[in-house]
C-alpha cells in the first residue's frame, strides 16, 4: 500500500516550458487535491477534483490546468512555466467531506520545482 | 475572510514541553488539525479536534481549543529530538461552495540537547 506518490521529485524548468506532475493514490479516495507551499505561507489549494471526470478550481488556479481521467490518478499541468511557479507541490487524497468524520487528507511527499 | 496564523519558529530543550500556538477566523469551523511535516516529506496528520470539544489529549499530545477566542493550541509533553519537524495548523471552513482545508504558515519546531 504506497499511499499518495508523486512523480517528479524535483525539475528544473525553463521560463515558457510546460510539464505535467502526476499524482497516484492506491486508496480508492474520491477527493484528490493539488496544493503548493511557498516559504512562510501555509499550503494553498491549486485545484482539486470530487470523482473521475471533475474537477474544480481553488484559490490559486491560474496558470495550471488539471485533469483526473482516471480515479487513482490527478494530474497537474503547467502550460507555461514563470518564476512565481517555483515551489513545492503536493497532492492529497481524501475520502469525502463528511459532517460528521474528520476525514483525514493523506499527503503525498512532494515535488519541487524551480522555474528558471 | 479566512486566515490561520501561527508563530514561525520555537526552539525548546529535549525533556521539556512544547506549545505551539494558532489562532484562526472561521468561528464556522468544524474540525481543526495538527499536521506535522518532517524534511523533505509531506504533511501528516498528528491529531485534530471537533468544534464541540475544548480538550483532546492522545499520549504526549494536549489540544486545546478556545473557541470563544478561536485560539488552538498543541503541547507537546517531554519533547524528544524526533519531534523536530513544522507543525501546521489547518481549519475546515465552507468557503465557495466547498469544504476545504486552510492552513497557517506552519511553526518550525527544533529540539535541542
Known amino acids: 500500500n504506497a499511499g499518495v506518490t508523486q512523480t517528479p521529485k524535483f525539475r528544473v524548468l525553463k521560463t515558457g516550458q510546460s510539464m505535467t506532475l502526476l499524482c497516484a493514490q492506491d486508496?480508492?479516495?474520491?477527493?484528490m487535491y493539488w496544493y503548493r507551499q511557498d516559504p512562510g505561507m501555509g499550503l494553498r489549494l491549486i485545484h482539486y477534483?470530487?470523482?473521475?471526470?471533475?474537477?474544480a478550481k481553488g484559490e490559486v488556479p491560474d496558470g495550471y490546468n488539471v485533469s483526473r481521467l482516471k480515479k487513482q490518478n490527478f494530474l497537474l499541468g503547467l502550460e507555461s512555466a514563470a518564476p512565481s511557479q517555483t515551489s513545492v507541490y503536493f497532492c492529497?487524497?481524501?475520502?469525502?467531506?463528511?459532517?460528521?468524520?474528520?476525514?483525514?487528507?493523506?499527503f503525498g511527499p512532494g515535488t519541487r520545482l524551480t522555474v528558471l | 475572510g479566512e486566515d490561520v496564523e501561527q508563530s514561525l519558529f520555537l526552539s525548546v530543550r529535549e525533556g521539556d514541553s512544547s506549545v505551539i500556538n494558532c489562532t484562526y477566523t472561521?468561528?464556522?469551523?468544524?474540525?481543526l488539525y495538527w499536521y506535522k511535516q518532517e524534511p523533505g516529506a509531506g504533511l501528516q496528520l498528528l491529531t485534530y479536534?471537533?468544534?464541540?470539544?475544548d480538550m483532546k489529549q492522545d499520549q504526549r499530545l494536549t489540544v486545546l481549543l478556545n473557541k470563544k477566542d478561536k485560539h488552538l493550541s498543541l503541547r507537546i509533553a517531554d519533547t524528544q529530538t524526533g519531534d523536530s519537524a513544522i507543525y501546521f495548523c489547518?481549519?475546515?471552513?465552507?468557503?465557495?461552495?466547498?469544504?476545504?482545508?486552510?492552513f497557517g504558515a506552519g511553526t518550525r519546531l527544533a529540539v535541542h540537547p
Open positions: 492529497a487524497s481524501s475520502q469525502p467531506l463528511r459532517a460528521d468524520s474528520y476525514n483525514e487528507q493523506f
Open positions: 486508496m480508492n479516495h474520491e477527493y
Open positions: 477534483s470530487v470523482g473521475e471526470g471533475t474537477t
Open positions: 472561521d468561528s464556522s469551523s468544524t474540525y
Open positions: 479536534i471537533f468544534s464541540n470539544m
Open positions: 489547518a481549519e475546515r471552513a465552507l468557503s465557495g461552495g466547498y469544504n476545504k482545508l486552510i
